[in-house]
């Protein structure tokens, strides 16, 4: 009776672990396809002729999931874009917790990838290392800025703190409270400081009279970006104390505030990273826009300088702007258009301080 | 077996003298008066933070006090409940999915707290009638519950409507203070609130109270008196499972709106530290809750003022200090103590 009692938790627990690692990597991690392997030779660039071999795209999340509906699944379609155009295909790993960075991205390396994209500044260090011990491989670092370049490693970079300030200028100029807050996923991580800086001196830039009130997720990497119920009540704790539009930045955690503001009759929210109102359907009662940061054409377009062999190192910046206003159109003014388009050029003119980098 | 008590005078009476009693009641009373006036205070100084924060404190409790009323009727009949963390997770991406599908948040419910009621029967059917060990039961459930719910997880379905909204209860709703943070809440959470006051009853007062604690401290005493421990614990920790069940149903259609993977974020662990803080009783644990809540309240409002230069970690940190320190001094002093049955397997004989 024992013996049998043990061996059912056993099957049980292998048949349980089983089902959690086959979501990890394996199952969804189908790809475009496109083309099956025999025929991906002639689709390909010329420069890898002599290799039948086709060209492999390789691409680790951070902890937030491939399909977090912000800045892993941007770049895991920039990787998929890339991989259709050359018509090979695309893998992805998941990474459960942070001490797995370096295993990792170490099975792409074992299988042989060309080009291995690591998604998110907490891989930063894991992406260098494995950079320098394999010179052969392309890496692309999202959010990574590159310290001193290495000929292999491109740091996708983008300016947050412009994409924020814009968010944060059309903020003031929405705002009736004259309160607006901002639902952030965690300190730990820079472009997150970059966006909440910029979306703070863009509100007080059009409005002066403006009180910024803004919250970090107090856990660590682990938990920062997929902890909706706490992104939730923190909204509602900032909508409570007369906030009426708010800015959601932190994967799931800053989802879990759109959703909560759309809720409120007469409040905004503002999203993050893409345009959220295709990616959160929940929030569009309230989405008046995005501030994005083109993350998908980034990868894709380093994709495809690796794949042509003609690959800068180093820092790549990447480009940011507002969504479209989708529902929202008719409440933003000419007036704020033309505003909008004036604090725009001004950043282009580098004029305008956004309050990042600090000092 | 009679479940629901008639007024059983004998239980009634099993509560200790009254003397002891007066001394601690004195000294509730003079917490509680301290509480109310510094409470008021900061309300006649800031209403509207007040109210935030008390808002807050009210909703990050629900779920919790959820998850620890869930886990008490499992320890007060002997069955150590680790994979609340699961339940919550399974009926969570039940309730969203369900409540998606046919576009009722009620069904969601149902589903929700229907696949509470199924995992907390395979928790008893593991740890009860294959008398595994229980930790690992428990365990089994939370990794099968995130494997399978990223596994089925269908990142493109969303509610399609708006989730759970507040209630207003009428001219409560306008009481200075409270009237915001207790009555004008969204449904589960005032449910929530019912059950902790019925359930705090029942343990204590109940025929049923008295047998569940029976099987936990003494479970072949029990049986002699003609309690059948192992059907009551299988029902103990199934209807447990319900508990945790609209716990998760809560989560996905009350607290944010939407279902993503993982999204309970080790709440049900912190349910459990709620539990014995609050001593394994309902009202204990809300207060727990409460306090579990207040300080996550009260560090995202340090954050939104901006004034304090506390670091929002430190008053994170908290309640699991004093969690430690509660536990530790009621083990010195001998205070509380686990039911004697507890994570043993109990065999008919």
New interface residues.
């Given amino acids: 009776m024992t013996a049998f009692n043990k061996r059912f938790a056993i099957v049980f627990a292998v048949l349980a672990i089983f089902a959690a690692a086959c979501t990890g990597s394996d199952e969804p991690a189908a790809t475009t396809a496109a083309a099956p392997a025999t025929t991906a030779p002639a689709e390909a660039p010329a420069d890898d002729m002599d290799d039948a071999e086709p060209f492999k795209i390789g691409l680790v999340t951070d902890t937030g999931k491939v399909d977090d509906k912000s800045f892993n699944q941007s770049a895991w379609e920039g990787a998929q874009e890339a991989a259709a155009a050359l018509g090979v295909e695309a893998n992805y790993i998941e990474t459960e917790e942070a001490k797995d960075y370096d295993n990792n991205i170490g099975l792409f390396v074992e299988d042989g990838a060309n080009v291995i994209i690591t998604v998110g500044f907490g891989l930063g260090d894991a992406t260098i290392a494995a950079a320098q011990a394999n010179p052969d491989i392309f890496f692309i670092g999202v959010d990574q800025f590159q310290g001193e370049a290495l000929p292999n490693l491109a740091g996708l970079i983008f300016p947050e703190d412009q994409s924020g300030f814009l968010a944060g200028a059309l903020a003031g100029m929405l705002t009736e409270t004259n309160i607006v807050g901002a639902v952030l996923g965690t300190d730990l991580v820079p472009p997150v400081v970059a966006f909440k800086e910029g979306w703070e001196h863009g509100a007080r830039y059009t409005n002066p009279d403006v009180e910024t009130i803004s919250t970090y997720h107090p856990g660590g990497l682990d938990v920062a970006f997929g902890d909706p119920d706490w992104g939730a009540a923190t909204a509602r704790q900032a909508l409570d104390q007369g906030a009426d539009i708010i800015f959601g930045a932190g994967g799931a955690t800053g989802n879990g505030a759109l959703i909560e503001i759309a809720s409120q009759d007469g409040a905004f929210c503002v999203g993050v990273d893409t345009d959220q109102w295709n990616t959160v359907p929940e929030a569009q009662p309230c989405l008046v826009t995005s501030a994005m940061k083109l993350i998908t054409p980034g990868v894709a377009d380093l994709v495809a300088q690796a794949a042509s062999g003609d690959f800068a190192g180093g820092n790549y910046l990447g480009e940011v702007g507002l969504a479209p206003f989708h529902d929202f159109d008719d409440i933003v003014t000419d007036d704020m258009r033309a505003t909008l388009d004036d604090v725009l050029a001004g950043l282009n003119a580098g004029e305008i301080d956004t309050g990042w980098p600090p000092g | 077996m009679t479940l629901i008590a008639g007024s059983d005078p004998e239980a009634s009476r099993a509560k200790g003298g009254a003397s002891r009693w007066t001394t601690r009641r004195v000294w509730s009373l003079a917490g509680a008066a301290v509480l109310v006036a510094v409470v008021w205070a900061f309300y006649a100084w800031n209403g ?2 007040t ?3 008390l ?2 404190t009210v ?2 409790a629900t ?1 919790l006090v959820l998850g620890a009323m869930c886990g008490m009727i499992g320890e007060r009949s002997g069955i150590v409940n680790i994979g609340i963390e699961g339940q919550f997770l399974m009926s969570a991406f039940a309730a969203f999915t369900i409540a998606s599908i046919s576009g009722s948040l009620f069904l969601g419910v149902v589903a929700g707290v229907s696949t509470g009621l199924a995992m907390g029967w395979m928790l008893a059917a ?1 740890a009860v009638g ?4 229980q930790i ?2 428990g ?2 459930l939370n ?2 519950a ?3 719910t ?2 089925f ?1 269908d ?1 493109g379905r ?2 399609g409507q ?2 759970y ?1 507040a209630i207003e209860l009428g001219p409560l709703a306008d009481l200075p203070v409270v009237g ?1 943070a207790l009555f004008n809440r969204p449904p589960l959470t005032y449910l929530a609130l019912i059950l902790v006051i019925v359930l705090h009853v029942l343990l204590l007062r109940s025929v049923w109270g008295m047998r569940t604690t029976a099987i936990g401290e003494h479970p072949g005493a029990a049986a002699t008196v003609g309690i059948d421990v192992i059907r009551l614990r299988y029902l103990n920790v199934t209807l447990a499972g319900g508990l945790a069940g609209l716990g998760g149903a809560y ?1 996905a259609l009350e ?4 279902f ?4 309970s ?3 049900g662990f912190l349910a459990l530290a709620v539990m014995i803080f609050g001593r394994r009783t309902p009202l204990g644990a809300y207060a727990a809750a409460l306090f579990f809540g207040f300080t ?2 009260l ?3 340090f ?4 004034t304090f230069d506390i670091p ?2 430190f ?2 940190m908290l309640p699991f200090v004093v969690t430690i320190i509660v536990v530790a001094a009621a083990g010195l002093f001998g205070r509380m103590r686990d039911p004697a049955a507890l994570g043993q397997p109990y065999e008919v004989r």
């Fill in positions: 509207a933070q109210t935030a924060v808002s807050g909703r990050a779920l593991m294959l008398r595994t060990d690992i039961a365990t089994v990794i099968a995130l494997g399978l990223s596994f997880y990142r969303s509610l708006l989730k909204q915001t989560l607290a944010v709106g939407t993503t993977r993982a999204m974020g080790g709440r996550t309240a560090q995202n409002q954050q939104l003022n901006d929002a970690q008053v994170g």
